[in-house]
């Protein structure tokens, strides 16, 4: 039997990258997905592919994570739509990459808008489901960044970081109700984030990873489901870097 046969997940960010790659791997496993992205083309697009692989599992919701209203109303209808959810998976992050001299104002309020308090807009909109749904789980995608820093990064290693504050929070406040919040924190992962890397860049980058190589999406939707599956059951307010060893 599929791991996941019912299951009614929610992934923010899963138009491409890894959210897409998250997506892929629950419907996979049986999963009815509800799956979220600002832009409706990639996100439709993106629901097409799986539904073609997975017949039925996925519909998509074009939303910004960052609008509290548009969230919770949006939250709303999915939760009418899967009947319950079971668990979320805040993906969706963004980067404005600067040295402090030159980041704008705007450059900090943009990252810190998606990345952090995107995840708070989707926890309190479906806090209250998920205290009803099955083994439920949030499952926040913070960075190897959010530990270490990087120069140049100064507003995402912040995002990142406070999304750890706030995953331990969450799960001290909602075990009581049974809902387990963890963290990952990928490494430098092959995505269109990273594409955009110089070729020295990505050398530099590989010589710092003991494993000496970039991680794949797949690496962090193993991981996902991992810690989404109920051998995951007694794992809470925890961060696993996926890195290939770059920060233990
Ligand atoms: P990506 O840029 O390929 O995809 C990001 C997705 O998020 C896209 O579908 C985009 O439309 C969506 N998105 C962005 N802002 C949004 C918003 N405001 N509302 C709704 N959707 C929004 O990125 P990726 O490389 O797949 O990264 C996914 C997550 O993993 C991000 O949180 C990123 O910070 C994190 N991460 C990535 C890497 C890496 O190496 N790629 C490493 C560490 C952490």
Wanted: charged share 20%; net charge neutral; with cysteine.
């Amino acid at each position: 039997m599929s791991k996941f046969a019912g299951k009614r997940v929610v992934v923010t960010g899963a138009g491409r990258g890894i959210g897409l790659a998250i997506a892929h791997a629950f419907a996979r496993e049986g999963a009815k997905l509800a799956i979220i992205s600002r832009n409706p083309t990639s996100c439709g697009t993106a629901a097409k592919e799986i539904n073609a692989a997975c017949p039925d599992s996925t519909r998509f919701y074009a939303l910004d994570v960052s609008d509290h209203e548009a969230v919770q109303e949006t939250a709303k209808t999915i939760v009418e739509d899967l009947g319950g959810v079971d668990i979320l998976v805040n993906n969706a992050g963004v980067t404005r990459d600067g040295l402090l001299m030159r980041m704008k104002s705007e450059d900090w309020d943009a990252v810190l808008d998606t990345n952090l308090k995107g995840a708070f807009n989707l926890v309190k909109a479906f806090q209250r489901p998920l205290m009803k749904g099955t083994d439920p789980r949030i499952i926040n995608i913070s960075s190897v960044i959010g530990l270490i820093g990087n120069a140049g990064q100064a507003n995402y290693a912040a995002s990142k970081a406070g999304l750890i504050g706030f995953t331990k929070s969450v799960a001290r406040e909602l075990a009581g109700r049974k809902v387990t919040c963890n963290a990952i924190a990928p490494g430098f992962i092959t995505t269109d984030m990273t594409d955009e890397l110089s070729d020295d860049l990505k050398q530099g980058i590989i010589a710092k990873v003991p494993l000496a190589d970039f991680g794949q999406v797949d690496d962090i939707a193993a991981a996902t489901l991992f810690l989404a599956s109920p051998d995951a059951r007694y794992i809470t307010g925890q961060v696993l870097a996926v890195d290939g060893g770059m920060t233990m």
